[in-house]
DNA sequence: TATGAATGAGTTTTCATTCAT
DNA sequence: GATGAATGAAAACTCATTCAT
């Protein structure tokens, strides 16, 4: 049922997801516990069972939340872009970047993947981000910018390998942005030239 | 405590992992307790505690087979080739072949990334993992055949593709092996090379 | 403490008790929640708490009225009627209409037998109900229309029967109020006779 | 589940349901919880999940052991008399000697009638109940004894008395089974008799 | 070796009630 | 009068682990 919120609830409401969202991140979805949730902000633990049906629940919400909030930064990054490889230079450098910012995100979106009560909301997140690149990849092959390949494949394999490095060089040694970047992005643009 | 195993004893453990491997897989760790795997056997709760210390070392032990068989695969697979960029090549399609057979390990390695318990095991894996690819990449820098980046990163990049393409169409649509390698070997070449 | 209400604030008390009782014995007492409550009518749940102490309180005052209302019921059929027999078979009639009309009361008393916190009060109902019945049956004896038991034995007999055929027939199987009010009257007229 | 149990085991069993049995018609089943039982008995929590998936069926189970115990009880005492009315007098009879010796059962089973979640076993024990009764009083309307009505609604009628009488003055008041019973078969045979 | 039994801390969730606005 | 927010004790149930036999 949609509660109605007053000023103040939705701002407890987000503080609740902001909060379970780094402990998650920090502990784990399943050692994460509600009183957790609850005990960290001080409140008592109907407060959370009033702004959610459950646990799984804000998961999902945050999820969401998440995925939300990296599409728009992409799309602001790329704007009016016309050359698609350029296009998606500038979304790999917005993705890293939004990594960045967002490390508790990125842990929470691995770790969904490896529970069947979120996989579907992880694969219709997965179909928008993939539908996206595709689209600049189509515009590249046609361009003759881009290897004549499936460009849904090749699109697979620019965001595997922009995951891959974000997570061992951002989140695991912390290294400079940029040059994690600067490094995806080359591999990635070689990689489809062909 | 290591325990002296007989015939018989050897093949109850390993009857024990193959089945918390393909339970932990199919539902996920958490969702799998100790009596779903003794009870999918047909014996008593004491037999798991004789094998094993408990379930997360059970979980270990199989991350850590699963390791052991992979690099095996591997280096079966490359042999004494000596061109660099077909030994990465080899790598390649040989991990795609075992994942395409071990589905249930690929699931396992992702989860256990999420969980801080299991971390450590999976690092000291992927440095040899990484550290078996970085080779080849020196060896192909050297004779001029990849692009003088830093070996490390571009071997993170070519784990990156591979994984992703496997978990998307070996594991979820259950795409020809042979095809997705092709592709994973097509587009981390292109990325080498620069 | 009792609190003086307007107009309007005896409309929203009414508004409460009917709609708490139609869900009580929807989903029974413990079942139903005050959100329940104040959710179906739309309120705060102040509301709730603003008319009635308590949800047990609530409920007393359901079956309290509930009693008065079905006893008033009774003493209109009956009128001045003299005969006894008559009178009793009268009561019989009146009740099982006004079960018909009201099975969620039915319910509700049924309930209340089950739950120390209520029987008190129905105790109290009972004794005048099988006080008014007990009555009607005494003059019966002396006017040499029943046997000469004890009265109160045959009263809890009548009620027995009324009851019985009342959950059965016109609560299970919704079948109509005469016959079952004939077959019950029949019965019963037969067992005081003896 | 089915579990297969020790001969430790089955006490275990045993000794939950009665202990459960007296808790919950002593302060109803809502305000017994599983920690009360399980205290009561100085067992862990876990004991009870063992050997019951839940306390719904633990109630259950309850129900229908009571109800196959009685229906024994009824047969026992029938045995092969021949005479129909003496059959109804003597299932009368037994069934009030139950309740007298049964007084938790009898309030449980007066509790599961207002909880939806129960009403489907009690219904179907109610039906084998009233079959049982139908039979002896289709017989007696053949052999000319009882009046020739439907006679599923006189074997209604027969249990209404039983079961108000036994509530009355054996449960509230405590008075002699054998006079309540006298009561309660004189009522009812007048009343089958018409 | 193996089994069924037992433990009990810990988890999610519910809900009657109170309170500040 | 009325509302949404907050409380927190208590409930049902889980499960890794240990133990007696």
Redesign the pocket.
């Known amino acids: 049922m949609e ?4 000023q ?3 701002a ?1 409401r987000t503080e609740l997801m902001t909060c379970a969202a780094r402990l998650f991140s920090d502990q784990g979805f399943h ?5 957790d949730i609850v005990n960290t902000l001080g ?8 702004y959610f ?4 629940d804000l998961f999902i919400e945050i999820l969401r939340g998440a995925n939300r909030d990296l599409r728009r930064r992409q799309q602001a990054a790329i704007g009016d872009e016309p050359d698609p490889l350029v296009r998606i230079e500038l979304g790999i450098r917005a993705t890293m970047q939004w990594f960045h910012e967002h490390r508790s995100s990125f842990t929470l979106i691995q770790f969904a993947r490896t529970d069947d009560r979120f996989t579907d909301v992880l694969a219709q997140n997965q179909e928008v981000a993939i539908g996206d690149a595709v689209r600049h990849i189509k515009d590249g092959i046609v361009a003759g910018e881009i290897a004549d390949q499936v460009p849904e494949v090749l699109a697979e394999a620019v965001v595997g390998v922009t995951e891959r490095l974000a997570r061992t060089y951002l989140l695991e040694r912390d290294e400079p942005v940029t040059e994690v970047a600067d490094a995806a992005v080359a591999f990635c643009l070689n990689g489809l030239k062909g």
């Open positions: 509660r109605r919120l007053t103040r609830g939705r407890r050692s994460t516990s509600v009183s409140v008592g633990k109907g407060v959370f069972y009033w049906p459950s646990k799984d």
